[in-house]
């Protein structure tokens, strides 16, 4: 059975930094483009960042390129998501998520999900 598992989230305020860990079982990360995707309450789910089998093979949105890193720990089987210089925009619940492709951009193509973790930028 695959689970995924995101930690990390919390209440920050602009400028502030988190990060998000995703532990997986059932997996190999390293077979998987890993993902991490964001829902503001009334607005579509996003492609935040994106990681390929390789660690060069990566993908940021626009909004957050130069602020966001994503990496991966192979031993660990646990995918992260470093955010810097957070905006009260950046303000949604964060999932992680799994394809065996590269790179869906919509949540469609990913079939495995954890249950998220919100992330809150106060102004």
């Known amino acids: 059975q695959v689970q995924l598992v995101e930690s990390g989230g919390g209440l920050v305020q602009a400028g502030g930094s988190l990060r998000l860990s995703c532990t997986v079982a059932?997996?190999?990360?390293?077979?998987?483009?890993m993902a991490w995707f964001r829902q503001a309450p009334g607005k579509e789910r996003e492609l935040v960042a994106a990681?390929?089998?390789?660690?060069?093979?990566?993908y940021f949105a626009d909004s957050v390129k130069g602020r966001f890193t994503i990496s991966r720990d192979n031993a660990k089987n646990t995918v992260y998501l470093q955010m810097n210089s957070l905006k009260p925009e950046d303000t949604a619940a964060y999932y992680c998520?799994?394809?065996?492709?590269?790179?869906?951009?919509?949540?469609?193509?990913?079939?495995?999900w954890g249950q998220g973790t919100q992330v809150t930028v106060s102004s």
């Open positions: 998520a799994a394809s065996p492709t590269w790179l869906g951009r919509h949540e469609s193509n990913y079939a495995y």
């Open positions: 059932g997996l190999t990360i390293s077979d998987y483009t």
């Open positions: 990681i390929g089998w390789t660690a060069s093979l990566t």
